[in-house]
């Protein structure tokens, strides 16, 4: 006999909080992208470009976050009779390709200008959107991860705004070091700066969108979760078993979004009674349903072992 239980934790004040701050993500980066852009193009330096173009992308995927958020809590319908959660995975997945799009491009054209005999010191208003660049993104990447961090798509956007951040750290030292050297017999290094810089961030930003990539994989083929999430339910399935004496138990679990499925198959003798398996339910409900997860829980029971292979 099979039972699918879905328990909601998703409630409507944690959906809205997840769109409130994808929303104050959206205006920061709308102050900061122009910034960048506008700086970058006055003083031709190209990792400022880089960071203003890599910010206004950050835009479109924000927005696109908010409308998936607000998608995925309406929860099951009769054409999605499980639910849309998977558009989660899904949208942190065109995220991270779009991060590695804007990444490869930016680092050809820094390599064209190294070849070219590299580029003017950014100084001025670059110094001054370095600093910017490296304060707002922390403060922000420091607020999405305190105030929503049990959600993957808040989770996204503060590992971009603290990439980001450190980001606008190695522009403001690469600047500094920059102008000192200038006037020396180190000069002409000066003139690459810039573009090695650029190069140098798309190597460490290769990291984040990679991770998020490797997530939407895990997540959409139906792969076991990560040991965070598994360990604490393989804790209270032992605790039911125990109570009830059970030996020998399947536990299968995945994850897609904010959904866990976990599904539990019992091998049990003859004698069991229905008013037993009901009691073994409810004990599972109540351990699990506590999960920040949204739940879907499917009990088996069973008598001979090869029916749950």
Not at 3 to 19: I, K, L, P
Request: charged share 20%; net charge negative.
């Amino acid at each position: 006999m099979f039972e699918n239980q879905r328990v909601e934790e998703h409630a409507s004040d944690e959906s809205s909080r997840e769109r409130r701050l994808l929303a104050l993500s959206i205006v920061c980066s709308v102050v900061l992208a122009s910034m960048g852009i506008a700086v970058g193009v006055s003083t031709g330096a190209q990792i400022i470009l880089f960071d203003g173009f890599y910010t206004f992308l950050g835009i479109g995927l924000s927005w696109m976050a908010i409308r998936i958020s607000r998608v995925v809590s309406q929860g099951p319908t009769q054409r999605y009779p499980f639910g849309r959660e998977a558009l989660t995975p899904l949208i942190i997945g065109v995220e991270g390709v779009a991060l590695l799009a804007t990444c490869a491009y930016a680092t050809f054209n820094a390599v064209l200008t190294i070849v070219q005999g590299g580029s003017q010191t950014p100084s001025g208003w670059g110094v001054v959107y370095a600093m910017v660049a490296f304060v707002i993104p922390l403060s922000v990447a420091t607020a999405l991860r305190r105030r929503g961090s049990d959600s993957e798509l808040v989770r996204a956007e503060a590992t971009q705004w603290l990439s980001g951040g450190f980001l606008g750290l190695g522009m403001l030292a690469a600047f500094f070091v920059a102008q000192l050297i200038e006037g020396t017999s180190w000069a002409r290094g000066a003139r690459y700066v810039d573009p090695v810089l650029v190069v140098v961030a798309c190597a460490l930003f290769v990291t984040p969108p990679l991770r998020m990539i490797r997530l939407t994989f895990i997540e959409l083929v139906e792969g076991t979760p990560s040991v965070d999430v598994t360990s604490p339910i393989r804790t209270r399935v032992t605790e039911v078993c125990r109570e009830f004496g059970l030996d020998e138990e399947h536990l299968r679990m995945t994850k897609v979004g904010r959904k866990i499925y976990v599904e539990i198959d019992f091998v049990v003798d003859a004698s069991w009674t229905v008013r037993q398996t009901d009691d073994v339910r409810r004990a599972l409900n109540d351990q699990l349903s506590t999960l920040s997860q949204d739940l879907w829980l499917t009990v088996e029971f069973s008598a001979d072992a090869r029916t749950l292979e």
